[in-house]
């Protein structure tokens, strides 16, 4: 982690797909200032990276935890992993 900057990989796990959750973790990223993306995977969770101010990464982890009204959040992994450097955060396909 350099400059403190950190970042995280989040895989959650529940009814995530469908319920607008990678574009209102994008949106919840863009307020918090921080950079990474979100996907869908092929087995049903989501997993978002993040990088930035780590109190703003606990509290996108926080937010992950319950997501979007619609969605039904089981479980969130979090490993922390070294920054990418990435410029934005985006939607990944």
Not at 14 to 41: D, F, I, T
Not at 73 to 79: A, K, L
Request: aromatic share 8%; with cysteine.
């Amino acid at each position: 982690m350099t400059d403190g900057v950190f970042a995280a990989v989040l895989k959650i796990n529940g009814r995530v797909q469908g319920v607008y959750y990678r574009a209102s973790a994008q949106e919840e990223a863009r307020e918090l200032n921080l950079k990474g993306w979100a996907k869908n995977l092929a087995d049903g969770s989501v997993e978002v990276y993040v990088e930035g101010n780590k109190t703003h990464i606990e509290e996108m982890i926080e937010w992950c935890g319950a997501g979007p009204p619609a969605a039904k959040v089981e479980r969130v992994n979090v490993d922390w992993v070294e920054p990418e450097n990435c410029a934005s955060f985006d939607i990944a396909h």
